[in-house]
DNA sequence: ACCTGAACACCGTTCAAGT
DNA sequence: ACCTGAACACCGTTCAAGT
């Protein structure tokens, strides 16, 4: 089989779910399909299009949903958050296109419930920026404590005293997040 | 002069300022230092300690100032926004250090107004999340916006119809910043 | 049309060896 | 103690040349 946009593109996902972001190189990328590097280029104008294509595949099960704001909101957070520093190119990919999904139906939804147009869009814009900017948090700080802790593994080994608690970081994380979406999503007439 | 973790921080920055953060590299920062790469590890363990470095030493200013949350989170943005690309430092500081000024007084504000220690320390994880995804899209669209305007730079000066006008774009992300900031700081008592 | 080989101009980090 | 030189293992991108 030859090269083709397509199976570059669904190569860098699968990369991207394997091993996160880092590891997403175009050099990686066409040793993975046991090509050249420069080949890649004949298909692909660049790296920054090629990842921000990626981000639009991942997000593109959302285009389906039909669910309200606060879920889809939330299965934004879950579909991203096991992508290792993808925060990034999220982060970029919206900026290219601010009708990334889930932003290009909460307008319309907001509006339904009886938001004012321009009420609905920066409602949308600004919850779009929060989530993203939590998601890139928690995923920046799920890789801080994996380095620490794989630099406090032989000190660990030799003091088995307290037990492994529930992660509180990551439970607080999703309090965080729930409690932004209820604040930014909340009836603007509860605000007047 | 020698070399000292000091001066590496400091020229470090001034690079951040001047060139943005893609040409802060540790090569750049020895060749602007006059000294071996390898120099640098003398003094700094790694890059990234370095850069969350001198983003506290950005943010610092920040920790001499007595005003209101809201005012505290606008001076973040005019902070940063400057600083080319540098969205991707904020994530990372504030991942490894939630007391990121101006993280570091906004509890203790939120609950001189009558807020719980809970709702303060939630609104205060919430609004710092909001304000770095803000701050890395507006970043990353004015990124985007530079790259499209070199490519179209022959066919504007061959077809000057168009005034140049007053970048709508970027005077919407300043009413989103607000919105958000308003939203996200109101009195828990207006949402109970 | 599609791809290779090779190059250009870079990276972060380590480490023996020098002073 | 502090730094150099050189290496290791990488980057994104371009482009003549091949098929």
Do not use: C
């Amino acid at each position: 089989m030859s090269l083709s946009p397509a199976l570059i593109t669904e190569t860098a996902r699968s990369l991207l779910i394997r091993y996160g972001l880092p590891d997403v190189s175009m050099r990686r990328l066409a040793k993975e399909l046991g090509v050249a590097p420069g080949a890649l280029y004949y298909h692909v104008s660049s790296k920054q299009v090629l990842l921000t294509q990626v981000a639009q595949e991942i997000l593109a099960p959302l285009r389906a949903e039909a669910a309200d704001a606060r879920t889809l909101m939330l299965r934004l957070r879950e579909l991203m958050l096991p992508l290792r520093d993808s925060g990034d190119l999220l982060l970029l990919a919206y900026a290219l296109d601010p009708r990334l999904p889930p932003a290009h139906v909460l307008p319309a939804q907001l509006r339904a419930q009886g938001w004012s147009e321009a009420e609905a869009s920066r409602t949308t814009a600004a919850v779009m920026r929060f989530a993203l900017g939590a998601i890139a948090t928690e995923q920046n700080q799920r890789l801080l404590d994996a380095e620490q802790d794989t630099a406090v593994q032989n000190t660990a080994d030799q003091n088995p005293g307290e037990a492994a608690d529930e992660d509180p970081l990551a439970v607080e994380a999703e309090q965080i997040y729930l409690h932004g979406l209820e604040v930014l999503l909340a009836r603007p007439s509860l605000r007047a």
